[in-house]
């Protein structure tokens, strides 16, 4: 059987462009002993893999030039010699940009097609939404009546953040960067306010939608956008530092605050995290997440692109702010579901 492949070509400066992939074909083998053979439904495009693009240490090995680009895939299995999964099975795990391929019963997680619509594996109910679920509650800790405010608030981890801080009984405040998901935030979502930070009075109206200053930033952003959050955080806030999008395709050091002071005169927590950090809860993550959305409580949207060959054109857009919610490309429909 052939399958199609995307590779890393060669290492970006700055923002990737069609050139940093390869396009290949190969032959994929039978699966061995505890394998399957997976054809590819939905592959998930995420701001972390920027970051793996780079030769440099991270909580995650870089990408190998020429290597086939991984990440997030929800699969089918074709061919089984395990006796974990049979055909037409649907399967999660970190598996390659490929249309087929071979993987290990013990890299993967079945999903049920029942629970809810199997693409949310991979936004609200999946990584992201866990990102959300940990990031917030475990480091933000809100409280009802405190202020929260959230970057990069139309994306797959902003959206559940935002809702999760109104289950909690908060004042929810949106960063967001068109009208559009602006009018998605406080329209659908119902965040109680939602700030442009594109204005050119972006600082005052962020202090004026929150008037008695900010108890939680989750921060997915970084740099500008982050700083003037950061002027206005109230005595014993906390910072769940989870993504510095604005960050990933700089090609010189960015320079901003000095935050430290601000942290110090506050007592302030600033904490960065990582969603494996919580790998032993995320059942129980899963479990609230989705009963919140079968009880209406959390809503989700979902950017879907349509064939393989738009992978790297749907991970580019990541970066010039063209999803709300999830963004995921649609590679086939499962045989047996």
């Known amino acids: 059987m052939n399958t199609k492949q995307i590779r890393l070509k060669e290492r970006p400066v700055g923002m990737p462009t069609y050139e940093t992939f390869d396009w ?59 006796a974990e999964y049979v055909p037409g099975d649907l399967v999660i795990g970190n598996l390659g940009w490929q249309t087929y391929q071979i993987a290990n019963e013990d890299h993967l997680r079945k999903i049920d097609p029942k629970q809810a619509p199997i693409s949310t594996h991979l936004g609200v109910i999946g990584m992201p939404g866990m990102t959300a679920y940990f990031g917030l ?128 005169v506050n007592s302030a927590l600033m904490k960065g995290f990582i969603v494996s950090d919580y790998g032993a809860h995320f059942e129980e993550a899963i479990k609230d997440l989705s009963n919140w959305l079968q009880e209406g409580k959390l809503k989700y949207k979902e950017t879907i692109v349509e064939g393989f060959e738009n992978i790297p054109e749907a991970f580019i857009g990541l970066f010039k702010g063209e999803n709300i919610g999830k963004y995921i490309v649609k590679v086939a429909d499962p045989e047996h579901n």
């Open 24 to 82: 290949t074909n190969n032959e994929v083998s039978e699966p061995s002993e505890g394998e399957v053979l997976l054809k590819s439904i939905y592959i998930s495009v995420d701001p972390y893999m920027r970051g793996r693009m780079n030769d440099q240490k991270s909580y995650v090995e870089p990408y190998r030039v020429g290597e086939v680009i991984s990440g997030g895939v929800i699969a089918e299995v074709v061919k089984s010699n395990s």
């Open 137 to 264: 509650l475990d480091i933000g800790k809100p409280e009802s009546g405190e202020t929260v405010v959230v970057s990069g608030a139309a994306g797959a981890v902003g959206t559940v953040v935002g809702q999760i801080a109104k289950i909690a009984g908060a004042r929810v405040v949106g960063i967001a960067g068109t009208d559009e998901k602006i009018k998605y935030l406080k329209e659908e979502l119902h965040f109680d306010e939602v700030i442009n930070y594109k204005s050119d009075q972006y600082f005052e109206a962020l202090r004026e939608a929150c008037p008695k200053g900010v108890d939680v930033y989750y921060d997915n952003v970084g740099g500008e956008v982050s700083d003037a959050v950061l002027r206005l955080i109230n005595k014993g806030a906390r910072i769940p530092i989870c993504g510095q999008i604005s960050l990933y395709n700089l090609e010189k050091p960015d320079y901003g605050m000095r935050v430290q002071p601000n942290l110090l």
